[in-house]
């Protein structure tokens, strides 16, 4: 298996799979935890500041992701599922002002967590994206934040 596969599963969803030396329970957590989650997410050289995330059913999470230049991208939903330690299904939706959600363009995303000995198998899946272009836009993405989840969880299992 290929350590990062990304399926264009049609013009408005993806799905991305990547085999992550860390157990299931610290990958969840990392997922899960905001002061773990705000030290990875964010694709290449954004950093990322957690204004809400609360990890269970009806919860909401509020994220802001700052490019090189300190231009802001801020992302909201709410958790649908939350299983512990294997499976989120949350929304997405872009702000485009403080706390207004662009009207329509609510996207879901399903994060599956699947224990392979000491390993995870971890599958995102994000759909009913605008179109093709932000499917796009999102597979970069979500592809992009993977070195840095992999480096976050390489110290904290040891195995940098």
Sequence with gaps: MANQDALLD????????????????????????PAQYQQWVGPGTMRSEVKRLEPHAGGAYRVTMYDENANSHTVAGVYREVTAPTRLVFTWAWEIDMGTIRAGHESLVTITFRPVGNRTEL?????KLENATSRDQHTQGWQGVMPKLEK?????TGRA
Excluded: Q, W, Y
């Excluded at 799979?17 to 957590?29: G, Y």
């Excluded at 599958?123 to 759909?127: D, F, L, S």
């Excluded at 976050?152 to 904290?156: I, R």
């Design 123 to 127: 599958t995102i899946k994000h759909e």
């Design 10 to 33: 049609n013009e408005t969803s993806l799905s991305i799979t990547r085999m992550l030396d860390a157990p299931v329970e610290a990958v969840f957590a990392a997922f899960t935890d």
């Design 152 to 156: 976050f969880l390489a110290g904290k």
